[in-house]
T-cell receptor, first 115, second 114 residues
Framework: AQTVTQSQPEMSVQEAETVTLSCTYDTSENNYYLFWYKQPPSRQMILVIRQEAYKQQNATENRFSVNFQKAAKSFSLKISDSQLGDTAMYFCAFMKRNTGNQFYFGTGTSLTVIP | DSGVTQTPKHLITATGQRVTLRCSPRSGDLSVYWYQQSLDQGLQFLIQYYNGEERAKGNILERFSAQQFPDLHSELNLSSLELGDSALYFC?????FGGGSPLHFGNGTRLTVT
């Protein structure tokens, strides 16, 4: 079975600063996808960013970027210029290719942006 | 707006009762997933359907069942409810089977069992 580990249950960052959330995963697969989802206090689940394992280039979405280290099985999320609206729970997720889109979620990191 | 619609938004019921949660996936999405999220917990995968057929089962209790209809909407039935079933239940959908499409989540149904 695939496992996704988020070792930081809680983090905080000052507004306008940069923060990095870590995620590691365990798999024997070579083709897979990785995602970060954000869950603000409203409890809605929002896709933040997506990475394809066969692409070496790190994905970016505005202030959000990832550091994907395939050999180390690491997939960290960097949030630049943190904003109050970034306060949320962040979930890392792993999906195997060609297996019916089964997703495996980490336990989440609660991020608080401090004004 | 993700395009995934879940009803009802809130549900309060008593122990021993049965409820049905409904989900309409995004237009064009064939896969539907159900997740349970208890207070301050992560997401527990319950079950997945693709184009009307069950594709994967997670930690779904025998008291729970689901189905996906020909129009692709899905229902999650929870019976003999217990206090511990109180949680936020998410439906999510994705467009393809075996590809890298992300999950798009509905806003969830908050179930409270009293």
């Amino acid at each position: 079975a695939q496992t996704v580990t988020q070792s930081q249950p809680e983090m905080s960052v000052q507004e306008a600063e940069t923060v990095t959330l870590s995620c590691t995963y365990d798999t024997s697969e070579n083709n897979y996808y990785l995602f970060w989802y954000k869950q603000p206090p409203s409890r809605q689940m929002i896709l933040v960013i997506r990475q394809e394992a066969y692409k070496q280039q790190n994905a970016t979405e505005n202030r959000f970027s990832v550091n994907f280290q395939k050999a180390a099985k690491s997939f960290s999320l960097k949030i630049s210029d943190s904003q109050l609206g970034d306060t949320a729970m962040y979930f890392c997720a792993f999906m195997k290719r060609n297996t019916g889109n089964q997703f495996y979620f980490g336990t989440g990191t609660s991020l608080t942006v401090i004004p | 707006d993700s395009g995934v619609t879940q009803t009802p938004k809130h549900l309060i019921t008593a122990t021993g009762q049965r409820v049905t949660l409904r989900c309409s996936p995004r237009s064009g999405d064939l896969s539907v997933y159900w997740y349970q999220q208890s207070l301050d917990q992560g997401l527990q995968f319950l079950i997945q359907y693709y184009n009307g057929e069950e594709r994967a089962k997670g930690n779904i209790l025998e008291r729970f069942s689901a189905q996906q209809f020909p129009d692709l909407h899905s229902e999650l039935n929870l019976s003999s409810l217990e206090l511990g079933d109180s949680a936020l239940y998410f439906c999510a959908s994705s467009v393809e089977f075996g590809g890298g499409s992300p999950l798009h989540f509905g806003n969830g149904t908050r179930l409270t069992v009293t």
